[in-house]
C-alpha cells in the first residue's frame, strides 16, 4: 500500500516535470509589445503551429541552433499559430512528447489580418515563417519559408556581426 | 559588407520572386481552365452558362486548416449556387509529397463528405500557380464582365478558423454579396493562412 502511494507521488511528480513546458497565451498586443521589444538583443521569433507539416520538421534543428545559442545575445520565442481550441488536445501533447524546451507563446487572437502586417508588410500569413530583429539596430530580416540549421546558423551569425 | 550581400540576395530574390509569379491581380480577367472532376469528367468554367461568377477554392483532403473550413466552404456553395456564383474546389497539391491528395482520396473525400460542387485536380498545378495560390484553403472569388471572368476577391474565408460562428468578418460571403448588388467588395484582398500549397520538387 505504501510502495502505492509512493509509485503514485512519483507518477505525478514526473507527470509535472514533463509538463514544465509552458506555453504562454498572447494576445495581439502581447506580440506588438513583443515585436517592439527595445532590448539590444537579437530577436528569433519562428511563426509555426503542429498542424503544420513543414513547421514541425524544422524544429529539431531549431532546438540545437537554440542549444548552441548564447542566450545574452540571442532570443528565441516560438509563435504557435495553432487553432486555440484545441491547444490541450494537440499542442500542448505535442510539445510534451517532443520535449522541446524552448519558449512557446500561443497566439489567441485568430483574426490573423489584424496582424500579419506587423510582423511583416510583405508577409503572406504562411508558416513556417522566421522573423530576426534587433530593434535598437534598427535590425528587421524576414524568411518566409522554412529555413534549416546552417542556413539559420548562419543568418544569426551575420546578423550578429552587423 | 555582409551588409551589401544580404541587400543583394534580397533584391535578387524579389526579381526571382517576380519572374516566377506571373499571377492574377484584383481586376485581372482570368484565363479559363479544363481540370478532370472527381467524376472523371473534365469540368471549365465555360461549361456553367448561367453562372455570373464562381468562388474558387484552392483546397486539400488533409490539411488541418482547410479541414476547418470545410463544412464553411459547403455552406458557400449552399448560399451561393442558386444565386449563379457556385463553389469550384480544386486539389493542387503535389500527391508525391502528400499521398492523401491524390485523385482516388479526393474521389473519397468528395463522396463521403457529399460535396455539392465540382472537386477538381490540379495535377500539373499550373491553375495555382496561375492564380498565385499559397495555402489552403485559399480562395478567389470572380465575376463575369463583358463575357470575361475577373479577379474580384482573393484571400481567406472569414477571420475565425475556430469558429464560424465567432467570425464577424465573413470575406467571402460579403464579397459575393456585394458582387450580386452590382458592387465591387469593399475588402478585394486578405491574406490567407493555411497549409502551405505541396509544390512539386
Redesign the interface.
Same mark, same amino acid.
Not at chain 1, 485568430?110 to 489584424?114: A, E, K, P, T, V
Not at chain 1, 508577409?123 to 508558416?127: A, D, L, M, S
Not at chain 2, 477571420?159 to 469558429?163: E, I, M, P, S, T
Not at chain 2, 486578405?190 to 502551405?196: Q, S
Given at each position: 500500500m505504501k510502495n502505492l502511494l509512493v509509485f503514485i507521488t512519483l507518477s505525478f511528480m514526473t507527470f509535472n516535470l514533463s509538463s514544465a513546458q509552458e506555453v504562454r497565451k498572447i494576445s495581439k498586443s502581447d506580440l506588438s509589445e513583443i515585436l517592439n521589444n527595445p532590448t539590444h538583443k537579437l530577436h528569433v521569433i519562428n511563426f509555426w503551429a503542429s =498542424?503544420?507539416? &513543414?513547421c514541425v520538421s524544422e524544429l529539431p534543428e531549431f532546438q540545437q541552433v537554440v542549444n548552441n545559442s548564447d542566450s545574452s545575445k540571442v532570443d528565441f520565442l516560438f509563435i504557435s499559430?495553432d487553432? &486555440? $481550441?484545441e491547444a490541450d488536445k494537440k499542442l500542448l501533447p505535442f510539445l510534451k512528447k517532443s520535449g522541446y524546451n524552448f519558449n512557446v507563446a500561443l497566439i489567441t487572437d /485568430?483574426?490573423?489580418? $489584424?496582424w /500579419?502586417e506587423m510582423v511583416d508588410p510583405n =508577409?503572406?500569413?504562411? /508558416?513556417p515563417s522566421t522573423l530576426f530583429y534587433n530593434n535598437p539596430e534598427k535590425l528587421h530580416?524576414f524568411i518566409s519559408e522554412p529555413i534549416n540549421k546552417e542556413r539559420l546558423t548562419s543568418t544569426i551569425d $551575420?546578423l550578429l556581426?552587423? | 559588407m555582409?551588409?551589401k550581400t544580404?541587400f543583394f540576395a534580397v533584391i535578387l530574390s524579389l526579381v526571382l520572386i517576380s519572374s516566377l509569379q506571373a499571377q492574377y491581380k484584383i481586376g485581372d480577367v482570368i484565363t479559363d481552365f479544363s481540370l478532370k472532376n472527381v467524376d472523371n469528367k473534365m469540368v471549365s468554367l465555360s461549361q456553367f452558362k448561367t453562372a455570373k461568377g464562381f468562388i474558387i477554392v484552392f483546397t486539400s483532403n488533409t490539411?488541418?486548416?482547410a479541414n476547418?473550413y470545410e463544412s464553411r466552404i459547403k455552406m458557400l456553395d449552399k448560399e451561393f449556387k442558386g444565386k449563379n456564383y457556385p463553389v469550384i474546389a480544386i486539389g493542387s497539391n503535389d500527391v508525391g509529397i502528400n499521398p492523401g491528395d491524390s485523385f482516388e482520396e479526393m474521389q473519397k473525400k468528395s463522396k463521403d463528405d457529399s460535396f455539392t460542387f465540382p472537386y477538381l485536380h490540379d495535377e500539373t498545378q499550373e491553375i495555382a500557380k496561375n492564380f498565385g495560390a *499559397?495555402?489552403t484553403p485559399h480562395v478567389f472569388v470572380v465575376a463575369k464582365e463583358n463575357n470575361q471572368m475577373v479577379l474580384k476577391y482573393m484571400?481567406?474565408i472569414d477571420?475565425?478558423?475556430?469558429?464560424a460562428s465567432k467570425a464577424d468578418?465573413k470575406y467571402v460571403a460579403d464579397a459575393v454579396n456585394s458582387l450580386l448588388d452590382g458592387k465591387n467588395p469593399a475588402v478585394s484582398s *486578405?491574406?490567407?493562412?493555411?497549409?502551405?500549397i505541396k509544390w512539386k520538387k
Open positions: =498542424w503544420c507539416g &513543414p499559430l487553432f &486555440p $481550441s /485568430i483574426d490573423y489580418n $489584424s /500579419i =508577409w503572406q500569413g504562411n /508558416i530580416y $551575420s556581426t552587423k | 555582409k551588409k544580404l490539411c488541418p486548416f476547418k *499559397t495555402n484571400g481567406a477571420n475565425n478558423v475556430d469558429d468578418k *486578405t491574406k490567407a493562412i493555411g497549409c502551405g
